[in-house]
């Protein structure tokens, strides 16, 4: 389903963002 591998590659991108906000704010 496309629908699902959007939304499942929409989690991993935002969760890296996630990760690399916490990164530059930790510094």
Same mark, same amino acid.
Do not use: C, Q, S
């Given at each position: ?6 939304? #499942? #590659?929409? $989690? +991993? #991108?935002? $969760? #890296? !963002? *996630? +990760?690399? !906000? %916490?990164? +530059? %704010? *930790?510094?």
């Amino acid at each position: 389903m496309p629908t699902m591998k959007k939304f #499942l #590659l929409l $989690a +991993v #991108l935002g $969760a #890296l !963002v *996630a +990760v690399a !906000v %916490r990164k +530059v %704010r *930790a510094i």
